[in-house]
């Protein structure tokens, strides 16, 4: 774009200084004039030619690109395209997406049924195939100068070969089960298919065919069901590389250059570069980018229907296609409850809503390779080897996830609608049936999931392992760590229980600092663990030290002593104080810090 914000013309309507309407490969006004040749482009002080499909010549684009104008004499120019959307890259799509049982459509399946077996179905009309046929014209329309001038910025972001290759590496996150199916994979074909662009200066040329490549294969719909995993990923990589795919890889390098620590090398340092974590922090401070990615997310998830069970006979249930999806909404479902419990607020779905299945508890190995099957797995589909695969942890948590949804639905409502579970009656005998059921769907997780104390000096414990073992417990705790609260009514002191979850919740999170050595390469989530778990923990354990019990009234601490809770409360106030300033949240942080050190301050000096 210019210094004005306005795209950039090509250098012959530039030079006459007339208006163009920045269609790429040639815009209109040098096809009227039969100049096509001339048509360019001067983006960052070269001029571009945007490449043009393989075997085509840039008279015959022209000619093409003639066929398509508006047959009015006069009128506006085209709206040019927005590289943050890119709307008309895509074909017009009549897909509406997933309808439910309460859709219009829903109520003349019958009706159409019925009507095809009275008297037959419908024929298909020949306007049917020029439409087709239409929309495929449409789909070989290119992206405009703002849009290209866009795509080399990224494009020249994507780090050396080696240097991607190390912060790939260099991230090691048990959480990444929808994501990591096919990262590795997916990076090696960028350098074999797409490498030669990528090598050298990259220069404007070079870009401009790597981006209208780009271009095209993102334009074109992506076939998902497949049941060969080769022809599944195939779809999307190689020759068919997508700016989806870039997404993915940019996001897995983001995360490697952030694990980087402070005193790495100089050559470490210089491919943190443009993924630091500062540049990410003055981005993202507000959140603001974040809530509207996530309710997204959410939108096109029950958008595409991956919040129901919808069985697909053609396709087999192991199948990657079918598994990859299923992951994906619980990988959503999940973020949303955390997310939900962390600011209070309800969330974007419900529990009650979702008849996902759950995803198998396969490797992603096996699910991407035929000839490991069939698996091995139980009743429920954990995996019957012992395993921690990425998923696992993915499992565990929708389970629950779906609990938690079903204390935020009591927790959240409104004070004025009464259901059978209403937060100010919520009685001893639905705390205890809640209470039994979740440590019920605990006690049935794998032992790879189930934590002990000895796992900390445990060497076959690895740290993949010891970080979902601990954050699969947390995630438990703070089901439990709930429904005790839904009992407290204020007038009373909490529960031995209560203080017993608290506590072990904060020393859980502590772990994370405490025992760094052991989570080396999965630092990072510092903040959203201390705000989700140990802040809630904390204010409890507060409370109870600030609280002068009547002499009516037993003693709450039974087995959890004063010293015990000032302890945690000390090293709580160390770990944020390590976590900085400069960290996201880091205000909310320091709040925290505040309360505890007053609180600790009374409580040692009464």
């Known amino acids: 774009r210019r210094r004005n914000g306005r795209p950039q013309a090509c250098e012959p309507c530039r030079r006459r200084k007339v208006a163009c309407d920045h269609r790429l490969p040639i815009c209109s006004r040098c096809i009227r004039k039969s ?60 897909n509406v997406g997933y309808l439910g049982a309460t859709s219009f459509p829903e109520f003349f399946r019958e009706t159409q049924k019925h009507l095809d077996y009275v008297v037959g179905p419908e024929p298909v009309r020949d306007g049917l195939a020029g439409k ?49 199916l096919a990262l590795d994979r997916l990076h090696a074909t960028l350098w074999s298919a797409l490498g030669h662009f990528l090598e050298g200066e990259r220069s404007n040329e070079a870009m401009s065919q790597l981006a209208m490549l780009l271009f095209q294969n993102s ?97 087999p249930e192991e199948c990657v296609s079918v598994q990859v999806k299923r992951r994906l909404f619980c990988s959503v479902f999940n973020i949303d409850m955390v997310v939900s419990t962390l600011t209070g607020r309800p969330p974007l779905v419900s529990s009650k809503l979702c008849s996902t299945p759950l995803p198998l508890d396969v490797s992603d190995e096996s699910l991407l390779n035929l000839k490991v099957r069939p698996h091995r797995l139980d009743k429920d589909g954990w995996n019957m080897e012992g395993k921690n695969h990425p998923v696992t942890f993915l499992r ?26 209403n937060f100010e009656n919520f009685s001893t005998n639905t705390k205890s049936a809640m209470r039994k059921r979740e440590l019920a769907i605990f006690s049935l997780f794998p032992p790879g999931l189930q934590f002990k104390n000895e796992d900390f000096t445990n060497p076959s414990v690895d740290a993949p392992t010891l970080y979902i073992r601990l954050l699969t417990r947390l995630e438990h705790l703070s089901n439990l760590f709930f429904i005790e609260r839904l009992s407290y009514r204020g007038s009373i002191l909490y529960t031995p229980q209560m203080l017993e979850i608290s506590l072990e919740m904060i020393t859980l999170t502590l772990s994370f ?55 945690q409360l000390s090293l709580l106030i160390g770990f944020l104080e390590w976590i900085g300033p400069g960290a996201p949240g880091a205000h909310l942080c320091n709040s925290i810090k505040t309360v505890v050190e007053r609180v600790m301050e009374q409580a040692l000096n009464p």
């Open 35 to 94: 100049t096509p040749q001339s048509c360019r482009y001067l983006i960052q002080g070269q001029l571009v030619t945007p490449a043009l499909p393989s075997g085509v010549t840039r008279s015959q684009s022209a000619e093409l690109l003639n066929e398509r104008q508006p047959r009015e004499p006069t009128g506006p120019n085209p709206t040019t395209l927005s590289p943050s959307t890119l709307e008309d890259l895509s074909p017009p799509d009549e």
């Open 132 to 180: 087709t046929e239409n929309n495929m014209t449409l789909a070989k329309m290119g992206p405009d100068a703002a849009a290209f001038e866009a795509a080399f910025a990224l494009l020249r972001l994507i780090p050396t070969k080696e240097a991607a290759q190390f912060l790939l590496r260099r991230n090691v996150n048990p959480n990444d089960a929808w994501c990591r």
């Open 219 to 315: 334009s074109k719909p992506l076939k998902e069901d497949f049941s060969d995993p080769d022809q599944w990923f195939e779809a999307f990589s190689g020759a068919n590389f997508r700016w989806e795919g870039l997404g993915i890889l940019f996001t897995f390098w983001m995360f490697g250059s952030a694990s980087l620590t402070e005193n790495g090398t100089v050559e470490q340092r210089k491919w943190l570069g443009h993924y630091n974590r500062k540049n990410l922090m003055q981005k993202y401070k507000d959140g603001a980018e974040f809530w509207r990615h996530h309710a997204e997310a959410v939108a096109l998830a029950t958008f595409l229907g991956l919040h129901t069970a919808q069985p697909n006979n053609s396709v």
């Open 513 to 567: 600092w405490t025992q760094q050595n052991r989570l080396e390469g999965l630092q990072g989530d510092y903040e959203w663990l201390v705000m989700l778990h140990a802040a809630p923990a904390a204010g409890i354990l507060c409370m109870e030290l600030l609280k002068q019990p009547s002499s009516t009234e037993p003693p709450t601490m039974t087995t959890i002593t004063k010293p015990m809770i000032i302890k």
């Open 396 to 421: 565990a948590a929708y389970i629950i996830a779906g609990i938690r949804s079903e204390i935020l639905e009591i927790v959240l409502q409104a004070p004025h609608v009464t259901t059978q579970h």
